[in-house]
């Protein structure tokens, strides 16, 4: 049975173009704002429509990286990256992070993103373990991460300290790939 938040959602998952840093850059700034799910600070991002151009011609050029979005029609409703190892011993590793658009959360955009980075990651060659890393208090997207097979792999403790100077400790998580023969 389908889920119905996410019946008509018909997204169009693909790979980032420097064209669509602009937007890009929109969204990340607007998650942000919400001071919860990230280490940055609003005033902290310094990021420009530039930065973000080189970040996608990067993430192109490295061979072991992803740069996906989750639209519907002209609207960016997530993004979802895979930052492979740039050193020689990590190439086979990949960090990968997930924003969505506070309106399009609960309506199956991280779970569209999650399912299209784990295809690529299964049939990419050099990737054999993906990572992320989220607040321990972020149910929602441990509980998501779970779903695909992601495993506590261990915790930094007391991390990170909240604007209302409450200690959140930092769940490291990760995942094996399973290679298509």
Aim: hydrophobic share 40%; proline share 2%.
């Amino acid at each position: 049975m389908a889920d119905p938040k996410t019946v008509g959602l018909q997204l169009d998952i693909r790979p980032a173009r420097t064209t669509d840093a602009a937007a890009i850059l929109r969204l990340h700034r607007s998650v942000l704002q919400e001071r919860r799910f990230f280490i940055t600070e609003p005033e902290e991002f310094r990021q420009s429509v530039d930065d973000k151009v080189r970040l996608i011609r990067e993430f192109d050029r490295s061979g072991n990286s992803l740069f996906l979005l989750a639209r519907k029609g002209p609207d960016l409703l997530g993004f979802l990256t895979v930052r492979g190892g740039a050193l020689n011993r990590m190439r086979h590793t990949g960090k990968l992070e997930i924003m969505v658009a506070t309106e399009s959360r609960g309506r199956g955009v991280g779970r569209a993103l999650m399912e299209a980075a784990l295809r690529w990651a299964s049939g990419h060659q050099e990737i054999e373990k993906l990572g992320l890393s989220v607040f321990v208090d972020i149910t929602r997207a441990i509980d998501l991460s779970r779903q695909f097979g992601f495993r506590e792999e261990g915790r930094r403790l007391r991390e990170y300290r909240t604007d209302e100077g409450r200690y959140v400790d930092d769940l490291l998580m990760y995942r094996f790939t399973v290679k298509k023969s």
